[in-house]
Nanobody, 127 residues
Framework: QIQLVQSGGGLVQAGGSLRLSCAASGLSFSSRAMGWFRQAPGEEREFVAA????????DYANSVKGRFTISRDNAKNTVYLQLTSLRPEDTAVYYC????????????????????WGQGTQVTVSS
């Protein structure tokens, strides 16, 4: 059974930090790119960050660039998202997702390109 199990998240004041984790099982984790997306109430799911199978390629949404860091540990089948300098507008449910390819420069920002998803974790940033 393929699972992506998320942990981390919670309530933090503006300027604070959090780390999200996403542990994968049942799939060939080291052969897949991974992504993080978020969805605020009443909003569409939006791209946050993505990382290639080896970690050699990373990209971020402009809104989080310089504040968030995506990383992975293939030995632990886990992808991370470090969130720093958090702002109230970062409040959302965050989702990790597994892409079916090692990297695809054409569609890694498109949530429909991902085939497995974590359960989501709430991040709330108070002002």
């Amino acid at each position: 059974q393929i699972q992506l199990v998320q942990s981390g998240g919670g309530l933090v004041q503006a300027g604070g930090s959090l780390r999200l984790s996403c542990a994968a099982s049942g799939l060939s984790f080291s052969s897949r790119a991974m992504g993080w997306f978020r969805q605020a109430p009443g909003e569409e799911r939006e791209f946050v960050a993505a990382i290639s199978w080896s970690g050699g390629i990373r990209d971020y949404a402009n809104s989080v660039k310089g504040r968030f860091t995506i990383s992975r540990d293939n030995a632990k089948n886990t992808v991370y998202l470090q969130l720093t300098s958090l702002r109230p507008e970062d409040t959302a449910v965050y989702y990790c997702a597994a892409h079916p390819q090692r990297w695809n420069g054409a569609d890694y920002k498109n949530f429909e390109a991902y085939d497995y998803w974590g359960q989501g974790t709430q991040v709330t940033v108070s002002s």
